[in-house]
């Protein structure tokens, strides 16, 4: 699924019913972002769900991609699936250039914390 051609076979199996579909996406560090996006893009709607949370009320005891995927649906459909709240796409984007800037200003105060100035009392 995490292919492209595995996301053009899973829209092709969901054409006929693209309107009435609801896809839970489990959010996985940022993984998740672009097939989110991705299907929100193509009229799918998209939900995110709490992997930590989800793994409280059903931890299964083989853990395969289909399992947890079969996991997540029963939760979806039984309205019990944990859901994390999802910022646009234009604050998300925020997000990360804000995250950026704030890395750089670590990685600039290590520098500068490497070199000790030269001492004045020098005669």
């Not at 059903?58 to 997540?72: C, F, Y």
Request: charged fraction near 25%.
């Amino acid at each position: 699924m995490n292919s492209v051609n595995g996301i053009r076979d899973f829209m092709m199996r969901i054409e006929a019913f693209r309107d009435e579909a609801l896809v839970a996406v489990e959010s996985m560090g940022n993984h998740w972002v672009r097939l989110y996006d991705f299907l929100e893009g193509e009229g799918v709607r998209v939900v995110l769900s709490n992997p930590s949370k989800t793994r409280l009320i059903a931890e299964p005891k083989v853990k395969t991609d289909n399992v947890n995927a079969r996991i997540l649906a029963q939760l979806l459909r039984a309205g019990m699936l944990p859901l994390c709240f999802v910022l646009d796409r234009r604050h998300r984007e925020w997000r990360q250039l804000i995250r950026h800037r704030i890395s750089l200003v670590k990685l600039r105060t290590e520098v500068g914390n490497r070199f000790t100035p030269f001492s004045t009392n020098m005669v």
